[in-house]
C-alpha cells in the first residue's frame, strides 16, 4: 500500500477518534494515554482491505488492563478477541448511538405504516373482494394479525437487542444460512422494492396536479421517484438526528391529513350520506379462499412497517421498555385510523368509483374540499416521502447488522467517522431502489414483496417458537403468550400458500428459486471463507472515498 493510501486512512481513524469526545477512551486517547497500533490490509489484520485497530498501547501499564483487540476473527492465538456482542460497544469510538426514544420510536412505527398503503390499497382490496363488509373485516384483521406480529417482535427484540431485527433471530435460533438468506433477500429486493414502491406512489401524487387532463408520463414519475431517493438518502447520510426529526415531523403531517379526511367524512356522514356504508354484500361471489389472500396481500402492504422499529433496537434508548410500548401505542392507533378513513372514503365515493380510481385520496379531495383539493396530492406526497425516510433509515440498519457479522460485504458495515451514520448501507440500498423505479411498476412490486415478507415473517414466528425451547432461560423482558406466534405463524402460512394454490404464477418459483439461489453465495463466500482478490483495494477506495471506519472495534485500559 502506497504511503499517501496509508496517511489517508490513518487520518480517518483519528478523526473517528475525535469526533467521540464524551468518552473516557477519547479523552484518554487526545492525552496520550493510548496509542492506536494501525493494522493495513498487507500486514494481515483488516477484514477484506479494510483499516481496523490492532490495539494500543503507549503509556499503559497491568494497573490499566491494556490489551490489544482484533476486530475480525483471524485472531492469533495470543491475542484477545473482540466479538460482537448483543449491543452497541460503548467504548467504541465510532459506533451507532441510542437516539431513538419513545415518541421517535412511535414517530417510526407510524410514520413508515402510513406511507402510500391507505391511499393506494382501498380500491386493491375492494377489487379483490367486491364487498365493502368483507374489504372492512380484512382491514381489521390486517390491523390485529400486525399488532400481534409486533408483540411477538417485541419479546425477540428485548430479548436479543442487536439491530437488524429477523437477521438477527434468525442467527440465534437457526444458525448462520437461514440469517444470510434473509440478509441476501431483503437487502437485494424486500427493502429496495419497500422504498421503490413507496417513491413511485409519492411521484404519481406529487405530479397529479400539473398533468389533471391525462396520465402522467411515466419517464416523469421515474424522474420524481429517483429525486425523492436522492433527497432522503442525503438527510440519512447527513445525520441520525436529521433523519429522526424529518421523521417525526413527517409522521405529524401525515396524522393531520388523516385527521382532514376523516372530518370530511364525519360531516358526510352527518348530512346522511350512507348509502355506500349500508350494502356489505358479504355474499360476493368474488370472496374465494384466494381472492382473499390477496386482498390480504393488499391490506397488509398498507399495514407493512410493523416491524421496522426492531431493525433499529441498538438505537433505541430502554429499548426492553421503550420498544413494546411504541408498538402498543403506535399499531393500534394506525388501526383507527385506516378503519376511519376508510369510512370517510364510502361517504363520497361509491364502490365502483373507488376502484376505478388510481388516486383514492385526490378523488376524495376534489370533491369534498373543493378549491382546497390541491392539499390531497401535496398530504400525500408528505406522508409517502416520511414513510419512505423510515424505511431507508432502518434498511440502512439491517445492512449494517448483517455485514458485520461477514454476511455481506464488509465495507457495508462501516460508519461515517464523523456522523456516525451507516453511510454505504445507505447507498447500496438507495441504489438498488433506483434501478428497481426505473424497471418496475407499483402493482408487480407489491405482489413480490407481499409473497416473499411473509415467508421471513413466519420464520420468525417460528424462531421465537423454537428459542422458547431451546434458550428457555435467557432473559425476557417482555413475554408474549405463546399461542401468538402459533396465530401469526399459521397466517404467514395461508398467505405464502393459499395463492399458490389459487392461481400458480411462475413469479412465485422465481421468487423461491431466488432465495434458494442466495446458498450458491453463501458456502464459498461465508461457509468457506473465500474473498475476491480485488476486494481489498475497492474496500480501502471505498473508505477513503466515503470516510467511513468499521465499528466493531474496541479499546480497553
Given at each position: 500500500m502506497c504511503d499517501a493510501m496509508r496517511d489517508k486512512l490513518a487520518s480517518l481513524l483519528r478523526a473517528s477518534v475525535r469526533a467521540q469526545t464524551h468518552t473516557e477512551n477519547t479523552d484518554k486517547l487526545n492525552n496520550g494515554a493510548i496509542a492506536p497500533v494501525l493494522v493495513f490490509p498487507d500486514e494481515g489484520g483488516a477484514r477484506e482491505g479494510g483499516l481496523v485497530w490492532r490495539g494500543c498501547t503507549a503509556n499503559c501499564d497491568a494497573e490499566d488492563g491494556a490489551t490489544g483487540t482484533l476486530a475480525d476473527g483471524n485472531a492469533n492465538s495470543g491475542d484477545k478477541v473482540q466479538l460482537e456482542g448483543s449491543d452497541a460497544a460503548p467504548d467504541d469510538p465510532v459506533h451507532l448511538k441510542r437516539r431513538v426514544g419513545l415518541f421517535s420510536g412511535v414517530a417510526l412505527i407510524v410514520g413508515t405504516m402510513i406511507?402510500?398503503?391507505?391511499?393506494?390499497?382501498?380500491?386493491?382490496?375492494?377489487?379483490h373482494t367486491d364487498s365493502v363488509g368483507i374489504s372492512f373485516i380484512i382491514w381489521m384483521a390486517c390491523g390485529l394479525l400486525s399488532l400481534l406480529g409486533a408483540l411477538?417482535?417485541?419479546?425477540?427484540?428485548?430479548?436479543?437487542?442487536?439491530s437488524g431485527a429477523e437477521y438477527a433471530y434468525f442467527m440465534d435460533a437457526f444458525g448462520g444460512p437461514s440469517a444470510f438468506l434473509f440478509s441476501w433477500v431483503s437487502t437485494l429486493v424486500l427493502k429496495p422494492s419497500q422504498m421503490a414502491i413507496i417513491c413511485l406512489s409519492f411521484a404519481e401524487y406529487a405530479v397529479e396536479p400539473f398533468v389533471s387532463e391525462c396520465d402522467p408520463p411515466d419517464l416523469l414519475v421515474k424522474l420524481v421517484a429517483v429525486?425523492?431517493?436522492?433527497?432522503?438518502?442525503?438527510?440519512?447520510?447527513?445525520?441520525?438526528?436529521?433523519?429522526?426529526?424529518?421523521?417525526?415531523?413527517?409522521?405529524?403531517?401525515?396524522?393531520?391529513?388523516?385527521?382532514?379526511?376523516?372530518?370530511?367524512?364525519?360531516?358526510?356522514?352527518i348530512l346522511g350520506n350512507t348509502r355506500h356504508l349500508q350494502e356489505p354484500n358479504f355474499a360476493s361471489s368474488k370472496a374465494t379462499l384466494g381472492n382473499i389472500a390477496t386482498a390480504f396481500y393488499t391490506g397488509l402492504w398498507a399495514y407493512d412497517g410493523w416491524n421496522n422499529l426492531n431493525y433499529v433496537t441498538e438505537e433505541i434508548k430502554n429499548p426492553s421498555k421503550n420498544l413494546p410500548m411504541s408498538i402498543i401505542i403506535g399499531i393500534p392507533l394506525v388501526t383507527l385510523c385506516y378503519a376511519l378513513v376508510n369510512v370517510s372514503y364510502l361517504t363520497v365515493m361509491s364502490v365502483s368509483e373507488m376502484t376505478d380510481s388510481e388516486a383514492v385520496a385526490v378523488t376524495f379531495g376534489n370533491r369534498l374540499l373543493g378549491p382546497m383539493a390541491w392539499l390531497m396530492p401535496l398530504a400525500v406526497t408528505i406522508s409517502t416521502f416520511g414513510s419512505a425516510n423510515g424505511t431507508l433509515f432502518v434498511?440502512?440498519?439491517?445492512?449494517?447488522?448483517?455485514?458485520?457479522?461477514?454476511?455481506?460485504?464488509?465495507?457495508?458495515?462501516?460508519?461515517?467517522?464523523?456522523?456516525?451514520?451507516?453511510a454505504p448501507g445507505l447507498i447500496f440500498h438507495s441504489l438498488i431502489?433506483?434501478?428497481?423505479?426505473?424497471?418496475?411498476?407499483?402493482?408487480?412490486?407489491?405482489?413480490?414483496?407481499?409473497?416473499?415478507?411473509?415467508?421471513?415473517?413466519?420464520?420468525?414466528?417460528?424462531?421465537?417458537?423454537?428459542?422458547?425451547?431451546?434458550?428457555?432461560?435467557?432473559?425476557?423482558?417482555?413475554?408474549?403468550?405463546?399461542?401468538?406466534?402459533?396465530?401469526?405463524?399459521f397466517v404467514s402460512a395461508y398467505l405464502v400458500v393459499a395463492p399458490i394454490v389459487e392461481e400458480p404464477l411462475w413469479e412465485y418459483l422465481y421468487a423461491g428459486a431466488f432465495i434458494i439461489a442466495g446458498l450458491l453465495f453463501y458456502m464459498p463466500f461465508v461457509k468457506w471463507g473465500y474473498s475476491l482478490p480485488f476486494m481489498d483495494k475497492i474496500t480501502v477506495f471505498l473508505q477513503m472515498a466515503l470516510e467511513v471506519v468499521p465499528t466493531s472495534t474496541t479499546f480497553e485500559y
Open positions: 406511507g402510500s398503503g391507505i391511499f393506494v390499497s382501498p380500491s386493491g382490496l375492494l377489487l411477538a417482535y417485541a419479546e425477540l427484540g428485548t430479548m436479543n437487542t442487536s429525486i425523492c431517493i436522492v433527497m432522503i438518502l442525503a438527510v440519512n447520510c447527513y445525520s441520525v438526528n436529521l433523519a429522526t426529526n424529518v421523521q417525526n415531523i413527517f409522521t405529524a403531517a401525515k396524522l393531520v391529513a388523516i385527521a382532514i379526511i376523516v372530518c370530511g367524512g364525519a360531516y358526510k356522514l434498511a440502512g440498519r439491517l445492512c449494517f447488522a448483517a455485514s458485520r457479522q461477514g454476511h455481506l460485504l464488509d465495507i457495508l458495515s462501516y460508519v461515517h467517522v464523523r456522523r456516525f451514520t451507516p431502489a433506483v434501478a428497481m423505479v426505473l424497471y418496475g411498476t407499483i402493482n408487480s412490486l407489491i405482489g413480490f414483496f407481499s409473497f416473499t415478507a411473509w415467508i421471513f415473517y413466519g420464520g420468525a414466528m417460528l424462531a421465537l417458537i423454537v428459542m422458547r425451547y431451546t434458550k428457555p432461560h435467557a432473559p425476557r423482558p417482555y413475554k408474549v403468550p405463546i399461542i401468538i406466534p402459533y396465530v401469526v405463524l
